[in-house]
């Protein structure tokens, strides 16, 4: 097999495996198969063929010769077959083997040229090497001898400066250090002659270190510049300025933090004791901070800040005062654990805030000269040490504000109230009786000492006002706030209004008129409740405090709970008044004896409210809205009165009746109206007197245009002109209504005079049109000379 395989390998051919030599494959016995299989064992198959029997044995022997027999046959065939190709390939690996031949020649030429280079080469190589090595050697040598030279001169420099009588001890520290770099370096001090001076120098660096860190502590502690100056100079020549700066810093965080600060009745003396160390200690390293800002080396021209800055450092003040605020929360922190005189330290928490607060006003003072010593970042560090303590009194603070409205106003109690189902425990046996919700409601003695305590909590915080103070003070405004949205929730929404009339646009009054409900009272009381509490604000609670707590947003906020109980009611009468009002426009039309029904209805509600329902607040509690409301009746009837055309004496007459009428509900709802809208009163007298008079022309104008709103008195003389001349409303091309309403009415409050102006220039407008003639009368004189 071995030769058959080099032979089909030398002709090329592809050893297939065996059993695939054409037609010889299909007639080997099956015993071949067995020798063709990947797995095939000769010991397994000797033991199997042996163990048969030696006739099986026999046959085994005599099937493998013939297969054997056959095999030689046809490899010998197969040789024959490619005899020629076989002879091709022999001559071909003759031919190569004369290539190798030529190749083992050259190699050995290249062998022998390298030999020869080698030694042409390496040889003066090894000797240049060799060379180059003493050399170092005696560069090595010099550059010790130089470094040994300079190493004695320094060393003699050293012994000078430190010799000297007066010691320039950063002269020195520059000396050592370039003493020291040699000495890292290594391996002189085994020189025998240089041990003794090499133990000097160490001794000698010692030295001049111990006095430097004395003279830095001395002079931070004693305020020595001169002295701080000169032990930063060694430290920095010495190039070890932060480390000892560090160290430093960190002994007097240290001390600070020794400081005793224990729980108990002795805490505000023990704390006023720890921030005066803290104040000196920040004081001593503000003014080594200055120190080190000012120097710079005269050798290098390198500013020491410099070197802190290379370290992360910006300020040797911020780092201590980072550290000392972290150790005094760490005080707190501990004092905290004992509960009970935390409680009592969080009621003193102003005093302790106030304590802080002076502390660093101490330390800001001593450096006023140069500026704050501590900013906002400092200021802020040194109060967040006592943030735990500060968010707990705001904390108490914002329940002693809210108690009291929770205890006058209680939500459960509200709840059932808006519900209807109030229990009885809330309300006593009653349960809901109207009489006993009265006696829950806060009197005014409750309201008082509610704004008592709300002052006293300002008082309290009054000496930390940006700590505490601004905090309360919201807590303060958002207390009364909630007070006021709770009364606001109490109102009884279904006693509102005042249904006198069974139709408002022909005011025709409901028989009998209504009487006031439970839930009116209790209204009222509500509204006696937030008038009392806006004038105990603003008598009780101090004028520096005013601004801040009665604030537009308290006032209006209580003025609308006012607003939600009595605007209905006044809302009412208002539109009585607007619809009566319109009874003027054909004023001779369904009058009595009496006068116009409609005014007289309106009259009679006046003063069926007045009686029944006003009566039901506090004297004065409704002074601004009676008063509000008698100026909006003496107003718009006025104003509707001058639009009367033709006044006749019959008209007059029922104007008479109609004034009479309107006095009689200003009367109702304030008995001392005369007092209370001075002016509107006195135009209204000058009026009824101006329609009274035997002759128009005979008037002076001009003193009446004195207490007359002028665009009344001109509406009231040209409507007294010509019958040809047409009402202001007809002119205008306007209904009477919406002419009162959009033209007369806003003129009462023109102060600026432009809506006057424009009314003026419209009676221009009718006198231009209509020719009137002011020699014709004194009335049509007066009145073009009031044109725009």
């Not at 085994?60 to 046809?74: P, R, V």
């Not at 133990?199 to 003279?215: C, H």
Request: proline share 4%; net charge negative; glycine share 6%.
């Amino acid at each position: 097999q071995a030769v058959t395989h080099s032979l089909k390998l030398a002709a090329g051919l592809t050893l297939e495996p065996w059993g695939a030599f054409g037609p010889m494959a299909k007639s080997q016995p099956a015993l071949l198969e067995a020798f063709r299989k990947p797995d095939f064992d000769v010991a397994t198959f000797v033991r199997d063929a042996t163990g048969q029997g030696n006739e099986r044995v026999a046959r085994l022997t005599q099937q493998l010769e013939d297969c054997a027999s056959s095999f030689d046959a046809e490899l010998q065939r197969e040789i024959i077959a490619c005899h020629e190709e076989l002879l091709q390939n022999a001559s071909s690996i003759s031919n190569l083997d004369g290539q190798l031949g030529d190749i083992r020649e050259v190699v050995d030429m290249l062998k022998s040229s390298i030999a020869r280079i080698k030694g042409d080469v390496m040889s003066p190589f090894l000797g240049v090497k060799r060379k180059t090595m003493l050399l170092e050697r005696m560069e090595s040598v010099n550059i010790l001898i130089r470094k040994l030279r300079l190493f004695l001169f320094d060393a003699r420099k050293l012994r000078t400066q430190m010799d000297t009588p007066a010691k320039d001890l950063s002269k020195a520290a520059h000396t050592l250090h370039e003493l020291e770099a040699v000495l890292k370096e290594g391996g002189l001090d085994r020189i025998d002659l240089l041990r003794a001076e090499v133990t000097w120098i160490r001794e000698t660096g010692l030295r001049i270190r111990q006095q430097a860190e004395g003279d830095l502590r001395s002079g931070a502690r004693q305020g020595n510049q001169i002295a701080l100056s000169v032990a930063l100079q060694v430290f920095f020549n010495l190039q070890c300025m932060w480390p000892q700066l560090r160290r430093l810093l960190s002994e007097m965080v240290e001390e600070f933090s020794q400081a005793a600060l224990p729980a108990g009745s002795g805490f505000q003396q023990a704390l006023e004791m720890n921030l005066q160390v803290l104040a000196a200690q920040t004081q001593r390293v503000h003014l080594l901070d200055e120190v080190v800002r000012s120097k710079t080396d005269p050798l290098t021209q390198k500013t020491f800040s410099s070197v802190l800055e290379e370290e992360g450092v910006t300020s040797l003040t911020s780092r201590f005062w980072s550290e000392a605020t972290s150790s005094l929360k760490a005080k707190l922190a501990r004092v905290s654990q004992d509960r009970a005189s935390w409680k009592a330290l969080v009621s003193e928490c102003p005093k302790v805030l106030k304590a802080l607060a002076e502390a660093l006003d101490k330390v800001n003072h001593a450096g006023r000269a140069r500026g704050p010593v501590l900013r906002a970042p400092e200021r802020e560090a040194l109060f967040a040490a006592a943030a735990d303590l500060r968010n707990e009194f705001l904390g108490e603070s914002i329940r002693r504000v809210t108690e009291p409205v929770d205890m006058m106003l209680p939500d459960k109690w509200m709840a059932a109230l808006s519900s209807g189902e109030r229990s009885g425990s809330a309300g006593g046996a009653g349960g809901t009786s109207e009489g006993n919700i009265a006696d829950e409601l806060p009197t005014s003695h409750d309201l008082k000492r509610y704004v008592q305590l709300l002052v006293a909590e300002l008082e309290r915080c009054e000496s930390c006002p940006d700590l505490l103070l601004k905090e309360v003070v919201r807590g303060v405004r958002s207390s009364v706030l909630l007070f006021a949205t709770r009364l606001e929730q109490v109102v009884d929404t279904s006693c509102l209004e005042v249904r006198c009339f069974e139709s408002e646009a022909r005011l025709k009054l409901r028989s009998p008129l209504p009487m006031p409900a439970a839930g009116h009272a209790r209204n009222a009381r509500l509204f006696g409740i937030a008038h009392h509490t806006l004038a105990a604000l603003r008598d009780a609670v101090p004028l520096r405090f005013q601004a801040a707590i009665v604030t537009p947003q308290v006032q209006s906020t209580l003025q609308q709970t006012q607003a939600v109980i009595v605007s209905p009611m006044f809302s009412a009468l208002r539109r009585s008044m607007g619809v009566g009002i319109t009874s003027l426009e054909n004023v001779m039309e369904g009058r009595t004896d009496d006068g116009s029904p409609m005014m007289l209805a309106v009259s009679q509600v006046c003063v069926h409210v007045s009686r029944y329902y006003l009566s039901l607040f506090g004297p004065g509690q409704l002074f601004s809205q009676t008063k509000e409301l008698c100026i909006h009746f003496v107003r718009l009837f006025l104003s509707a009165a001058a639009l009367l055309k033709p006044c006749g004496e019959a008209v007059r007459k029922a104007l008479a009746q109609d004034m009479q009428a309107v006095e009689n509900a200003l009367c109702a709802l304030d008995v001392d109206f005369q007092a209370s809208i001075r002016h509107e009163a006195s135009v209204f007298r000058e009026f009824r007197r101006l329609i009274f008079a035997p002759s128009v022309e005979a008037l002076d104008f001009e003193a009446l245009s004195m207490v007359i709103p002028l665009h009344l008195l001109l509406s009231y003389l040209v409507h007294q002109l010509p019958e040809n001349v047409p009402t202001l409303p007809q002119f205008c091309q306007d209904s009477t209504a919406a002419f009162l309403e959009g033209t007369l009415m806003p003129l009462w409050e023109d102060s600026q005079e432009a809506g006057l102006s424009k009314f003026r220039a419209k009676i221009g407008e009718l006198s231009d049109k209509y020719d009137l003639d002011p020699s014709s009368s004194t009335l049509a004189a007066f009145v073009m000379s009031q044109m725009g």
